[in-house]
T-cell receptor
Framework: ETGVTQSPTHLIKTRGQQVTLRCSSQSGHNTVSWYQQALGQGPQFIFQ???????GRGNFPPRFSGLQFPNYSSELNVNALELDDSALYLC??????????FGPGTRLTVL | GESVGLHLPTLSVQEGDNSIINCAYS??????FIWYKQESGKGPQFIID?????DKRQGQRVTVLLNKTVKHLSLQIAATQPGDSAVYFCAENMGWGKLQFGAGTQVVVTP
């Protein structure tokens, strides 16, 4: 186990709703990156947080937003959910630019 | 745009044989690559990495080869075991630990 935890494990929402996913980073890490993994595909980079500031963003719309807290844990928020948002959401913690350690993910289903 | 991709979606290997997983990348400026293993219900797990100033790197039962001329990366697993059954991803570091993943190869180890 990597020491990175995510909650909840599974989540079911309906189209148009909002969701918040949480990630606790590994002790000593100050960077959290979020990825979306659709079924049968590789993870896609959403954004990265370093010391509470966004430090890069992938090709995702503004309704995907995030936060990082002083203890370096992080939240991913998705507004106005769409069916295509159904995926496994992974967070990875690291010290900036060092090896990333992934959590087990949150499986989001949008109906 | 730039992308990282894999040649084979599924690889069936007999227990004890060697496995070779291939990956093509298109960004000639890429200088750091990582191989991940993802088992069902888990996040990606780091296997081995390689920088562009190297052609080969070995770990425990795994070897990564990098051919910059043809922009090709491979992962070799020696004496494949049932526990090696998983999806394998190559990933390209886009900078500051932001990873771009390929689609993945499913490795199935048969007795």
């Amino acid at each position: 186990e990597t020491g990175v935890t995510q909650s909840p494990t599974h989540l079911i929402k309906t189209r148009g709703q909002q969701v918040t996913l949480r990630c606790s980073s590994q002790s000593g890490h100050n960077t959290v990156s979020w990825y979306q993994q659709a079924l049968g595909q590789g993870p896609q980079f959403i954004f990265q947080y370093y010391r509470e500031e966004e430090n890069g963003r992938g090709n995702f719309p503004p309704r995907f937003s995030g936060l990082q807290f002083p203890n370096y844990s992080s939240e991913l928020n998705v507004n106005a959910l769409e069916l295509d948002d159904s995926a496994l959401y992974l967070c990875a913690s690291s010290s900036l630019a060092e090896e990333q350690f992934f959590g087990p993910g949150t499986r989001l289903t949008v109906l | 745009g730039e992308s990282v991709g894999l040649h084979l979606p599924t690889l069936s290997v007999q227990e004890g044989d060697n496995s070779i997983i291939n990956c093509a990348y298109s960004n000639s400026a890429s200088d750091y690559f990582i191989w991940y293993k993802q088992e069902s219900g888990k996040g990606p797990q780091f296997i081995i990495d390689i920088r562009s100033n190297m052609d080969k790197r070995q770990g425990q039962r795994v070897t990564v080869l990098l051919n910059k001329t043809v922009k090709h990366l491979s992962l070799q697993i020696a004496a494949t075991q049932p526990g090696d059954s998983a999806v394998y991803f190559c990933a390209e570091n886009m900078g500051w630990g932001k990873l771009q993943f390929g689609a993945g190869t499913q490795v199935v180890v048969t007795p």
